[in-house]
Each structure stands twice: as C-alpha cells, then as structure tokens.
C-alpha cells in the first residue's frame, strides 16, 4: 500500500493535470455547439469506419455459406434447364403434343473438380461425388457454360470423369436450328478447341453457329450447349464437313460441374433386357 501511495504523489501533478483536461473538455463540449457537433460527426466516422471493417470481416468469413447457397441454387436452375431443353426438344421432334407434356426425368448432382489435367492426350478430372451421391459410370458431366465429359469410373465419394478434351471422347452433337448432325471428338492441343466429324456436304454450316447436344444417347438431354464453329473444313475423305468448335466450358479454371442423372437409361436397358431374353428363348 505504501508504494501506491508514494506511486501517486510522485505523479500527482500528471493526474491533476489529466483530470483538468477532462473538466475543460467537458465544458467545452457541452457548452459549446459548434465544437460539440465537430465532435459527434469525428466520432460517427470513426464508429461508422470501424462498423464498415467488422462488417467486411463478418461477410468474408459468412462467403462460404453464401457460395454453398449460390450452387444449390445453380444446382435448382441447371436442373431446371435440362428439363426445359429436353422438353422443347421433344416438340421439335414431332409437332404432336405428348399426353403427359412431361420430358423425360434428369436430376442433377453438385460437385467440385478436385483434380485434374488439360495437356495430356488422355486428360481425366476427378470429382467429389460418387456412388453414395447417386453418381455411376456414363453419366454426362455439365459446367454452368456447357458439356464438360462423361463419368469414366465411380468409388465411394470421388469420381474419374473423361472430358470432351480426351482423345477418347466421343459427344453425338447437331447444329441449333437444324437437323445436322455429327460427332465432337478432340484432337491434343488447345483444351479449348475440339472438332465435329461427319457433317454432312449439304449442310450450309456458317462461323459462329452453336453446337448442341442432340439427345441421341442416354448421356446428354439434348439442347444442352457444347460450343460455337469457328471454322468449316474439309473431312480428309473429301465426304464431309469437318468444323473446328470452340468449346464453351473453360477446362482450365473449371472448378463447379453437375453429374446428370438420367433415370430414364435404367428403364430402357431393363425393358431392352427383358426383350433380348424372350427373342433368345424364342429362337
């Protein structure tokens, strides 16, 4: 206790003098508007400054849950859209209206890319969802821009999937607009170039047309954007038009895609089953 005592006389005279600091602050604050209103709007800055940091803080730590929300909502419309595409495909087939006005059913599961190669002739990417999320072997994979690959492979909880820029690749693809169709494979080089074979000689094929999926697998719903022409060439036979396409999905930054899930190919391979084994018991 004494050397409090001797602590506060040896600097007594600072505490006076900080305590009359505060008396004159006060009064003038207090009895004078002009510095008063000085004050509050310095110390509203101030608190406003300070609130507008916290608030960055919190918003970049809630990013997140806010880009989980944003797929799932991606995952809605993308579902959506498949489901809109391969409606309107089945009345440019054929003008007659079906009874149920239902497409055929494709859902469509979230998942990152975790993995990946875009300079290899045989480039795979690997996905966080597999077979416990419903993902199985030739289901077609989708970005947000456009047809990325097909499922190779599933395990448990990550998938192998081969993209359109694989030599192995093959995507049953048509003009928009026509009923042209052809084959979109690629060739190694550029990961954001492939080409379509076999275009027919008649087809008047122009740059910059789109290139769709034309739904004749039990892959890709047809509609769904694969890439724009950007050249027309010559097949090497002579036979047909060979089109450069550049490809809509970005391979190098891909990061979020969609597996579709056509329930439909289950139904067809089970139906296409049970006929193969009553031609065979019949003959």
């Known amino acids: 206790m004494k050397n409090l005592f001797d602590f506060l006389f040896s600097y007594k005279h600072w505490f006076v003098f900080i305590f009359l600091e505060f008396v004159c602050l006060t009064m003038l604050f207090n009895y004078n508007g002009y510095q008063r209103s000085v004050y509050f709007t310095t110390a509203n800055g101030t608190v406003g400054t300070a609130y507008s940091l916290i608030s960055s803080v919190t918003s970049y730590l809630n990013l997140g849950d806010e880009n989980e929300m944003l797929e799932t909502k991606n995952e809605q419309l993308r579902q959506e859209v498949l489901r809109l595409k391969s409606l309107l495909s089945e009345y440019e087939k054929d003008s007659l209206v079906n009874i149920s006005g239902l497409a055929p059913k494709y859902d469509v599961v979230g998942a990152k890319v975790v993995g990946g190669t875009i300079h290899k002739s045989n480039n795979l990417f690997t996905i966080n969802k597999g077979t416990e999320d419903g993902v199985r072997e030739e289901m077609g994979v989708v970005s947000s821009n456009g047809v990325v690959g097909v499922v190779y492979m599933s395990s448990s909880h990550y998938s192998i999937v081969i993209p359109v820029i694989n030599t192995n690749s093959r995507v049953s693809c048509k003009l928009r607009g026509t009923k042209n169709f052809g084959t979109?494979?690629?060739?190694?080089g550029r990961a954001d170039m492939a080409i379509m074979t076999d275009v027919p000689r008649h087809a008047q094929v122009?740059?910059?047309?789109?290139?769709?999926?034309?739904?004749?697998?039990?892959?890709?719903?047809p509609g769904i954007p694969v890439g724009f022409v950007v050249g027309v060439e010559d097949s090497p036979d002579g036979m047909s038009y060979m089109l450069r396409v550049g490809l809509y999905s970005k391979f190098e930054t891909l990061r979020e895609v969609s597996v579709i899930t056509n329930y439909t190919k289950i139904e067809r391979k089970n139906l296409e089953g049970k006929a193969d084994s009553l031609l065979n018991s019949v003959n």
């Open 206 to 221: 122009k740059k910059g047309e789109v290139v769709l999926t034309n739904g004749y697998s039990d892959i890709f719903p």
């Open 184 to 188: 979109l494979r690629w060739v190694r």
